[in-house]
């Protein structure tokens, strides 16, 4: 796909979709995501510090600043664009290091699906440093061990930003639901970090507040931009 895209190709990839998340996914307002998206990954741009806190215990800070934000925003036009359909999220790689706090992943988890239990994972110096739950933190840890320090970094934070899609257990569409932040663990290397492992896992998280610095952006999974 990289080779593709660097000879001007223009690229959409499905991994893993369904009829039923084609269906949600590509009837959605393309153009009006497009802008929710850009809009939000400006102000990403200027933001040293995103706080995550949710009803469900929620409560971690993480530092993007000099990271850049990618905009994944389903309009493929420009030679060599290329991404995920369905989509519409902000994302970028907190900074190696300097993400502390918790989250609890109560939606869904990649590769997991939809949570039956919410996953809690205490965050200390960028790494989760403690997973607890039910069966599926018991999946997790087992899928996190074979990589060590690496795979329990914190890689990505994103906000969807796709008001057609629900959540359905599979993170194609998950993490771009309009209203949930997810958080990955692992590699960062392809979205401007310096972790290179060949896992990536994100944990949705429902009904966030969000802070880009000091200024509150989203609350309860409200998005105040428009």
Known sequence: RRNASALGKRIATFPGITKEVMIRGLNADYKKIADLTLKLTKLMDKTKNIRVTAPNGTDITMNIEGRKTIPSK??????????NLPTGEAFA??????????????GSFAVIGMLKT?????????????ITGGKEAKQ?????????KKGRNIAEIGIGTNDSVKLSGMLLEDEKKLGT????????KSMGGKINVPIHVDGVILNPTVYFDDKIIMKNGKLFIK
């Open 140 to 148: 997790l840890i087992k899928m996190l061990q074979p990589f060590g």
């Open 181 to 188: 932040v997810h958080i990955a663990l692992g590699d960062n």
């Open 118 to 130: 919410p996953i809690k994972i205490k965050v200390e110096k960028g790494l989760a440093t403690e």
């Open 74 to 83: 389903g309009l493929f036009h420009k030679k060599g664009e290329s991404g």
């Open 93 to 106: 790689a907190p900074i190696e290091g300097k993400s502390e706090g918790i989250f609890v992943a109560d």
